[in-house]
């Protein structure tokens, strides 16, 4: 086992400086957008399925809706968690600025 305790000129011991977090880089070369009015989300134990999709009818007395499904994102538990946190976090922050959404 390796001491990681640093010895000063004084004889104390001081601790080792915390590790920066890792910096990410996004890679985007290969970014698509869509625009998906329509979200439905799913779950196992193991997994979040999040549907995006369109709503192609805009007549608000429907009795059915045609959504037409584009994307599944499938998520573990934990990275659902982090999405939840980023969202909560970005949509106060929306609302901070531009007023509260019903």
Not at 5 to 25: D, F, H, I, M, Y
Not at 78 to 95: C, D, G, I, N, V
Request: with cysteine; proline share 6%; net charge neutral.
């Amino acid at each position: 086992m390796v001491d990681q305790t640093v010895k000063s000129t004084a004889g104390a011991e001081t601790a080792p400086p915390p590790k920066a977090p890792p910096q990410v880089k996004l890679e985007m070369s290969h970014l698509k957008s869509s625009y998906c009015n329509v979200a439905n989300v799913t779950s196992t134990r193991e997994e979040v399925v999040i549907n995006f999709g369109i709503n192609q009818n805009w007549d608000q007395g429907q009795k059915a809706m045609d959504v037409e499904l584009l994307h599944r994102i499938i998520l573990s538990p934990f990275a659902a968690k982090r999405l939840s946190t980023m969202l909560t976090k970005l949509l106060q922050e929306y609302e901070s600025r531009y007023g509260a959404l019903t």
